[in-house]
């Protein structure tokens, strides 16, 4: 038999011979009905890649830091990028595997990407294009173009031009025209440029019984299918925060949550279910892991900003696949950061190390040697050909009626009895495993702890014998 043909073979249940002694059971009921993901949750979670795009007065003025100068904010005359070109960036982002993405339209300095009406600190105040341009519609445009889904940062908590930040202002007086201020650029962001498949809200926002504005009424009516980063955890469409900025989700993660992110943005710390996850939580929040792609320690503003001279900091490929394999491998969806140079286009060095994680991810997927799609099984079998040895595995769940895999085991049979190769908590929308290689010819993956009435649904299961290089 050949290696192709292998690929897709499948062995369920009595196909499997000389199966051990296997034990598997459904987990109790908890009394309630189970959290379960909207399908824009699904839909969102089959993109498993997305970039966030920063662009800002600083990249122009590379001396401001809007944190540290509080009362200063650069002339939008600094604004005036020679060559921006939106289609660059989605081009870019495209190549990386990236299925959406997600543009800073407006940033902490409070310049605008848009010809906003709410104040004159905007691109129509620039020099670029004569004051006519619109990088969020052309931003937009591209992602349209390329079959790239669009989303805007939004943050509502900050805006060092009208001296605002975490949230605070000292005058009462300033703090209600600011809260129009938000009002006014959220209606224009949500009505003036179609659907939006994903809303990043930067630190939660303030609700109304915290001073801020109605944003949970806005976001129902003008954007109600979009996706919403750090949201109220009770709507059908939130995510929660990863807790870091290195993209690195626990080992053992949910997409279920007690309390996400409080629709301010904040909790207590008390509940570890707020960046794991729980698998009886009351909310389905699925988790958005995010990373600059230039080293946080290091670079400008801990990477998320264009600065000169910083090449050297740019991460490589290999470091975005382990990322990837931090996140998407442990049930999360991996959001890498995108700066943009003061020419308007991803430097050069970025787009090279994008490029090569994109074909670091093809050459993932082209290690493959046995794959099976699923269904309600709880355990399937894969034979590899003679002299191949897998060294990574993967495992989806179908996540339509909820998480439902607790525990999973993956063994490997060596003719005469079957191995434990790994013992793991946690299936969701995908989980890779890496192990050291064996000399077995089959592998077979049990589904040991499941909740719910009948067998564990699963989506597929596959073995790589994959070498980063």
């Given at each position: ?28 009921a908890?009394?309630?009905a ?53 289609d ?42 004569g ?14 173009k ?26 009462t ?11 006014t ?46 949201g ?95 996140s ?61 040895h ?9 996540l ?29 929308h ?8 064996r ?5 077979m993956?049990?589904?040991?702890d ?7 649904e ?12």
């Amino acid at each position: 038999m050949t290696r192709k043909e292998f690929i897709g073979a499948t062995f369920v249940a009595v196909a499997c011979s000389a199966l051990p002694s296997i034990s598997t059971f459904a987990a109790e009921a908890t009394g309630r009905a189970l959290a379960v993901p909207s399908a824009r949750h699904l839909e969102w979670a089959d993109c498993e890649i997305g970039v966030i795009i920063h662009q800002d007065v600083q990249v122009y003025e590379p001396s401001y830091e809007w944190y540290k100068q509080m009362g200063y904010t650069p002339d939008p005359s600094v604004f005036n990028p020679s060559s921006l070109d939106t289609d660059q960036w989605i081009e870019t982002a495209k190549a990386a595997g990236a299925k959406y993405a997600v543009l800073v339209a407006k940033h902490c300095s409070g310049f605008s990407l848009w010809p906003t009406k709410a104040h004159d600190y905007s691109v129509a105040s620039s020099p670029w294009k004569g004051g006519k341009g619109d990088v969020v519609a052309d931003f937009i445009a591209s992602c349209r173009k390329f079959g790239i889904k669009p989303g805007i940062y939004a943050s509502t908590g900050a805006n060092a031009r009208l001296m605002v930040a975490s949230n605070k202002i000292s005058d009462t007086a300033k703090w209600s025209a600011y809260l129009d201020v938000v009002k006014t650029q959220l209606t224009e962001l949500w009505t003036n440029y179609g659907e939006l498949f994903e809303i990043w809200f930067d630190g939660g926002n303030l609700p109304p019984d915290k001073g801020g504005r109605e944003i949970e009424d806005l976001l129902l009516r003008l954007q109600p299918n979009a996706i919403v980063f750090q949201g109220n955890p009770a709507r059908m469409t939130s995510l929660r925060w990863c807790g870091n900025e290195d993209a690195r989700m626990p080992e053992v993660s949910w997409n279920r949550s007690n309390i996400g992110t409080d629709s301010d943005g904040t909790n207590d710390g008390s509940d570890p279910s707020t960046y794991a996850g729980d698998f009886d939580g009351k909310f389905w929040v699925p988790a958005e892991a995010d990373t600059p792609n230039r080293e946080r320690k290091h670079a400008f503003q801990s990477g998320w900003m264009w600065h000169p001279d910083e090449d050297a900091y740019v991460y490589p490929a290999e470091t975005l696949l382990e990322k990837y394999f931090m996140s998407v491998g442990r049930g999360a969806n991996l959001l890498v950061g995108m700066v943009i140079d003061d020419r308007g286009l991803v430097p050069d060095a970025d787009v090279r190390e994008f490029r090569r994680f994109g074909e670091l991810l093809k050459k993932l997927e082209a290690s493959r040697v046995a794959y099976t799609k699923g269904g309600a099984h709880d355990y399937l079998c894969l034979d590899v050909p003679e002299g191949v040895h897998p060294n990574l595995v993967s495992v989806r769940e179908d996540l339509r009626k909820g998480e439902r895999v607790k525990t999973w085991d993956l063994w490997g049979y060596d003719g005469t009895k079957w191995h434990t190769i790994c013992h793991e908590t946690g299936m969701g929308h995908r989980r890779f495993v890496s192990f050291h290689p064996r000399d077995y010819r089959r592998y077979m993956l049990v589904a040991r702890d499941h909740r719910g009435e009948g067998a564990a649904e699963i989506v597929d299961f596959a073995l790589y014998d994959f070498r980063m290089r």
